[in-house]
Each structure stands twice: as structure tokens, then as C-alpha cells.
T-cell receptor
Framework: AQKITQTQPGMFVQEKEAVTLDCTYD???????LFWYKQPSSGEMIFLIY??????QNATEGRYSLNFQKARKSANLVISASQLGDSAMYFC????????????FGQGTELSVKP | SQTIHQWPATLVQPVGSPLSLECTVE??????LYWYRQAAGRGLQLLFY??????ISSEVPQNLSASRPQDRQFILSSKKLLLSDSGFYLC??????????????FGPGTRLTVT
């Protein structure tokens, strides 16, 4: 069974607008972490934001915030005030503590920011 | 600060030839190390991970192998490459503690084309 699902293969957003990238996950482990990574065309994976399963508040990092809805098992990434440089692939990933340090990745969402 | 290096950046190899990709980490000790492969337009697939020198866990049965001869060195190898081995190979590291849910930091990647 797929553990990380990103249902949006591609998305467009107008520059300066906000955009939400969807991610749902499946786990029976009560302790887990959720991550978002950005992969520009250069290929490097850039860590953006992290949410722990026991965190009470949604994580925020600058223009990135993670909308964590534990009961729905969703961890959507919100990018505010989109910039042209935000155009990239975005991957959601999960780490289960009982699985050591392994990350399981979703298939990614390609975000294109229009000027 | 920590940095992670991978080389070569690109590689074109014929079917049946051997492979050796190297990854080194600076600025940290006893990291967890990971090898991922990314097929074109797809998410990342974990191939191997290591929690210490000589300790390798394989996630996917294949003709690839990994070794960790030194604390901060991780090598991906093959004796005979297959066409299906083509892809983008990424090395990553995370904090070595078994507690917590540390984020992984990725190297620049190696783009391998098997012809």
C-alpha cells in the first residue's frame, strides 16, 4: 500500500499568490515525521519543512507552512506569495520512527509559477 | 557547517560495465547515510542505508551494492550495469541519533545513463 500520496502531478500558480500542495499519508506508527522537499531543475533535493506527529502546532518556515491534519492524515504544504523561483518539483516524505531513518517519498508535484 | 559531496556529477556507461559512485560528508560524525535512485519524472526510491561503518541495509534487491569503508564515506557499486540502472542517484545524510526525527540532507546527485 502506498504510504505517501500526492494527487497533483502538476500545478500552476500566479506569481505573488498562495498555493497549496496536497499530501496524504498512511501509517500505523504513532511516532512519525513528515517532510517537504523542493527539487529544482538542477536536481538537488532541498529540505523545506518538517512536522512531527506529536507537534501541536503547524510548522512554519518563512513562506512555507505545513497544514497538518492528523485525523485526516494529511500534511499539505502552503507556499505564500509565490515567486518565480518556486517553480520546481515538490516531494512530500514520511519517516516512521520504528523504521529507523528511512524516508518514504511521494511521487511529487510539479509547480509552475506564472509571471 | 555540514556539506555532502557526490561524484561524478554525470556518467555514461555501457551495459555490463562496472560502477562506483562516491559520497562523502564533512562537518559531522557518525551520520546515517542513504542512497536513493530517482527515475525520470518519479519519486525517490531508497536503495541502501547505513547507520555505521560496515553496516549496510538493502531495501531493494538488485545488482547494486553499497559499502561504508569510513565513517563519512558511502559508496554505491555494481559489477555489471543494466539498462534499468539508469537514473539520478542521490546520497543523503541525517543525524546519527536513533531518537527524534531528523531531516535528511541531500548531495547534488549523479546522473547515470547506461547505454
Amino acid at each position: 500500500a502506498q504510504k505517501i500520496t500526492q494527487t497533483q502531478p502538476g500545478m500552476f500558480v500566479q506569481e505573488k499568490e498562495a498555493v497549496t500542495l496536497d499530501c496524504t499519508y498512511d501509517t500505523s506508527d504513532p511516532s512519525y515525521g513528515l517532510f517537504w522537499y523542493k527539487q529544482p531543475s538542477s536536481g538537488e533535493m532541498i529540505f523545506l519543512i518538517y512536522q512531527g506527529s506529536y507537534d501541536q502546532q503547524n510548522a512554519t518556515e518563512g513562506r512555507y507552512s505545513l497544514n497538518f491534519q492528523k485525523a485526516r492524515k494529511s500534511a499539505n504544504l502552503v507556499i505564500s506569495a509565490s515567486q518565480l523561483g518556486d517553480s520546481a518539483m515538490y516531494f512530500c516524505a514520511m519517516r516512521e520512527l520504528n523504521q529507523g531513518g528511512k524516508l518514504i517519498f511521494g511521487q511529487g508535484t510539479e509547480l509552475s509559477v506564472k509571471p | 557547517s555540514q556539506t555532502i559531496h557526490q561524484w561524478p556529477a554525470t556518467l555514461v556507461q555501457p551495459v555490463g560495465s562496472p560502477l562506483s559512485l562516491e559520497c562523502t560528508v564533512e562537518g559531522t560524525s557518525n551520520p546515517n547515510l542513504y542512497w536513493y535512485r530517482q527515475a525520470a519524472g518519479r519519486g525517490l526510491q531508497l536503495l541502501f542505508y547505513s547507520v555505521g561503518i560496515g553496516q549496510i541495509s538493502s531495501e531493494v534487491p538488485q545488482n547494486l551494492s553499497a559499502s561504508r569503508p569510513q565513517d563519512r564515506q558511502f559508496i554505491l557499486s555494481s559489477k555489471k550495469l543494466l539498462l534499468s540502472d539508469s537514473g539520478f542517484y542521490l546520497c543523503a545524510w541525517s543525524g546519527g541519533s536513533a531518537q527524534g526525527v531528523a531531516e535528511q540532507y541531500f548531495g547534488p546527485g549523479t546522473r547515470l545513463t547506461v547505454t
